[in-house]
């Protein structure tokens, strides 16, 4: 009956919720990696330009608004970064964090852009397809 026990449990860690739960290994190589450190270095820098500007500021403020929008997809990249298992941890590079950080750049610019024109104006169209080549580039990198 232990033997069951262990087999249950090590059939556990293989399954697909392993892949979104990460472990505290795990856990730890991520946060300890360059990627990380380059987009939580950004999101920190973001955060107290936000808190310095809400002290004049509302939150309508466009300015605001711009940086609401980038934590936002930052928070995003940061949890994608997070369930990364330890043993692919090499591949959170300093380059990676940059893509990232470029990426979020370029999607806050896309945001900003959809909320003035439709899907299929030029400009849209453009930032939307820089977008792609970023993330293709994180994909390829991540696997």
Known sequence: MVAVSIVAVSGQTSSKPAKTIASPDDLRAVRSSPAYAE??????????????????HTEEFPKVRDLRIELELLRSEMDRLLIVKAVDAQKLSVA????????????????????????????VRRQRKTVEVYEAAIKEILG
Request: glycine fraction near 4%.
């Open 39 to 56: 987009v939580l270095l950004r999101e920190t820098e973001l955060k107290a330009e936000l808190d310095s500007l809400l002290l004049d």
């Open 96 to 123: 990676l964090g940059r893509l990232i950080l470029a990426k979020a750049g370029h999607q806050t610019k896309l945001r900003l852009l959809r909320l003035q024109f439709s899907d299929d104006h030029p400009a």
